[in-house]
């Protein structure tokens, strides 16, 4: 049986955070991904993709997903913010991995989930700033990829690649399809400048 991963989607979504998820994780590693927004319609990414949600965050529970993934975007960020920390609490009790990137580490810090644990985000002073109640302040890791501690990821927006391979990981992946797409995306990287025709 496939296992499950869960997309969250805001208004303004950030478009590179989910992509390697959703379209390497369902179509090449059979994994099952479906995606939620606070309301289901017609969302607007950061880059100006328009989409249709065709479920809310309210059918994801039935789902039970293995994964929940809050992607990021500069909602997260103003008084509009969606509140799932209920949703995130409900998710995290029954077991599922809670992954957050970018502005959706907002979300886990509302819900209380990184006071506890190991976490990063795009910077310390991005939660404090944005988070009353957040008190995680010395679980914080400066890292530049993602930080998993007790169920929980959590990568800055930058780091679209590894918080991917954690949640691949989570989601039940064998280490060595997870090097394999290391290594995949890598690769253009050790070739050292832009190749020339």
């Not at 049986?1 to 805001?10: C, D, Q």
């Not at 390497?24 to 939620?36: D, I, K, S």
């Not at 109640?133 to 993602?146: D, F, I, L, P």
Request: aromatic residues 8%.
């Amino acid at each position: 049986m496939a296992k499950k991963v869960a997309i969250v989607l805001t208004p303004g979504f950030a478009d590179w955070e989910y992509a390697l998820i959703a379209g390497v994780g369902g179509p090449f590693y059979g994994l099952e991904v479906a995606f939620f927004a606070p309301q289901a319609g017609t969302l607007r990414s950061q880059g100006g993709l328009t989409v249709e949600v065709e479920k809310s965050v309210a059918e994801l529970a039935d789902w039970r997903p293995e994964v929940l993934v809050v992607v990021g975007g500069t909602l997260w960020e103003t008084e509009r913010a969606p509140d799932i920390r209920a949703l995130l609490n409900e998710q995290s009790q029954r077991g599922a991995t809670l992954a957050g990137i970018c502005g959706g580490t907002l979300a886990l810090a509302r819900a209380g989930l990184l006071n506890g644990r190991a976490h990063t985000s795009n910077a310390a002073e991005f939660l404090t700033g944005n988070v009353e109640g957040y008190s995680g302040q010395r679980h914080y890791v400066a890292s530049a990829a993602a930080v998993v501690d007790d169920r929980v990821i959590t990568a800055p927006g930058s780091a679209p690649v590894s918080f991917t391979t954690a949640v691949f990981r989570a989601a039940g992946l064998d280490e060595e399809t997870l090097r394999q797409f290391g290594a995949m995306l890598a690769a253009e990287h050790t070739v050292g400048e832009t190749a020339r025709a």
